[in-house]
């Protein structure tokens, strides 16, 4: 397994081994003892999947008071996937980082507690993964506008197919301090 952190401490891109003959592949998603050796300690409490057209865009999202961090990745398809820290407080706040996923590079990405993560899909559909560091909380979710200019995401769609809730979400500098997550080292 090779870990890559990316410009965001502790947001990391992970290849797990892939061992592959003639007859398909197996890897390892997931593996306790491999990622906790790999500085990603946190126990995860719930596995979702979900399905997506292209042009779907979902995002960008977090939990306020019960933060999830996100081991993601794709099965099938393609993705664009980002973070944004948005701890008050951090020395990398109102950054992003982002990666393409796919169910042809087997490549995961960790959130997280206290970012902000989104995804956008790029091929017909993607099936999409996720183990969560803590449950879903409805009343505790936020968002940031996933077209928020200071963010400069280049987000490779114009005009993404996004629900009713993302639509209406406010740039990232129009949130109270007081609804956004606190940093701590």
């Known amino acids: 397994m090779k870990v890559t952190q990316t410009a965001l401490p502790g947001v ?14 197996f890897q390892e998603t997931y593996s306790q003892q491999r990622y906790q050796d790999a500085g990603i300690a946190p126990v995860f409490v719930q596995d979702n999947h979900s399905r997506s057209s292209k042009g779907v865009l979902r ?3 977090f939990q306020l008071n019960r933060p999830q961090g996100k081991l993601v990745r794709v099965v099938t398809g393609e993705v664009f996937d980002v973070a944004v820290d948005i701890r008050r407080g ?19 990405f960790y959130v997280p507690p206290g970012f902000a993560h989104g995804f956008c899909v790029l091929s ?15 009343e505790e979710e936020g ?11 280049p987000w490779p769609l114009e005009e993404p197919k996004l629900a009713d809730k993302d639509r209406l979400y406010p740039c990232l500098s129009d949130i109270a301090a007081d609804q956004l997550p606190t940093y701590s080292q």
């Open 143 to 153: 968002g940031v506008i996933w077209s928020d200019p200071a963010l400069q995401i």
């Open 12 to 25: 990391l891109v992970i290849e797990p081994a892939l061992f592959g003959d003639h007859r398909g592949f």
């Open 90 to 108: 951090s020395p990398t706040f109102g950054q992003a980082a982002w990666v393409t996923l796919s169910g042809e590079n087997h490549l995961q």
């Open 59 to 61: 995002g960008l999202h």
């Open 124 to 138: 017909e559909v993607a099936d999409f993964e996720y183990k969560c560091t803590d449950y879903y909380y409805p």
